[in-house]
């Protein structure tokens, strides 16, 4: 990962007003935090803790009450520099009685995109979204997952340097979701630099290398995500099944230590994990199916 930055805000502060000037909410409060090239950087906190503004202060939607905002080395400000990012909203403004392939020829169009760029581009991230089976269809009939997917395509369509994505696992199923950070994850490889917000936490535990939590409008926690999460006051040793004469003795040694084994059981896997294996394995050996052991034990009486 390059140390390079790609963002840099510093004592941010963003103060929204009453019609009369007076202040009637202060979304974020001298607010610092700064991004690298080629990182997944996760923007976290509960409704209200100031990730949008954050976001839209960024690509200078809004104007700041206090602070300096720089974006790949200009000012938040400065408009040109959104040609360099792809931006993908927590909802996305989509014109519904275009097809895929006309709503991506349009923003490639804004682009000043040539055409055949346009058509080669528009066909790769089709393909790459997942969506080459209904590139004809008009978006008032994509679910809100297929909204999704269509949406970031079009934050794609300008090959940016920088992605913003705003929720980008809102709507979709478990395989939609993992079809996404999977492309997030591509992102990276491919050297670009993503900012994400998310409510989903196990998402962006699993994409993000560093990630910062708001709350008030202030920032509470930051760093990398390996780093945060691990316990440093316990010891997990993973093995192999052993056997209870050997688990007895591994709790002696360990006694003899001053320490003590709080439980002994078999790892679990996430729920997500589970769904995503199921799927997989009905797909590798189609017409499988649960059977209760009731019916089971019928079935060898």
Not at 9 to 29: C, E, H, M, P
Not at 58 to 83: D, M, R, W, Y
């Amino acid at each position: 990962m390059d140390n390079e930055s790609v963002i840099q805000v510093s004592n941010l502060t963003k103060i929204y007003r009453d019609f009369w000037g007076r202040k009637k909410v202060r979304a974020l409060n001298s607010l610092s935090l700064e991004v690298k090239k080629g990182e997944i950087f996760g923007l976290l906190g509960p409704n209200g803790s100031g990730k949008t503004t954050t976001l839209k202060l960024l690509l200078g939607l809004l104007f700041p009450s206090e602070g300096e905002i720089n974006v790949l080395g200009q000012p938040a400000t400065n408009v040109e520099k959104n040609e360099r990012i792809g931006y993908l909203p927590e909802e996305s403004y989509l014109y519904r009685f275009l097809n895929a392939e006309e709503t991506l020829d349009f923003y490639g169009r804004l682009f000043k995109m040539s055409a055949k760029e346009r058509r080669e581009r528009s066909a790769e991230l089709i393909e790459k979204v997942g969506l080459g089976h209904a590139k004809r269809r008009q978006l008032k009939e994509y679910s809100k997952g297929m909204t999704r997917r269509i949406g970031l395509a079009q934050a794609l369509i300008n090959n940016p340097d920088l992605v913003m994505l705003d929720e980008p696992t809102s709507g979709l199923d478990p395989l939609g979701t993992d079809d996404m950070k999977r492309m997030i994850l591509e992102l990276k490889e491919q050297g670009k630099t993503v900012l994400m917000c998310s409510h989903l936490l196990a998402d962006v535990q699993d994409v993000c290398d560093r990630i910062a939590i708001l709350y008030g409008g202030e920032l509470k926690v930051m760093g990398r995500v390996d780093d945060l999460l691990k316990e440093q006051e316990e010891t997990q040793i993973l093995t192999s099944r052993l056997s209870e004469e050997a688990i007895k003795e591994i709790e002696q040694v360990v006694a003899k230590h001053n320490g003590k084994v709080d439980s002994v059981d078999h790892p679990t896997a996430t729920l997500e994990s589970l769904f995503l294996k199921t799927v997989q394995e009905s797909k590798a050996r189609p017409g499988q199916r649960f059977v209760p052991e009731s019916e089971e034990k019928k079935a060898a009486e």
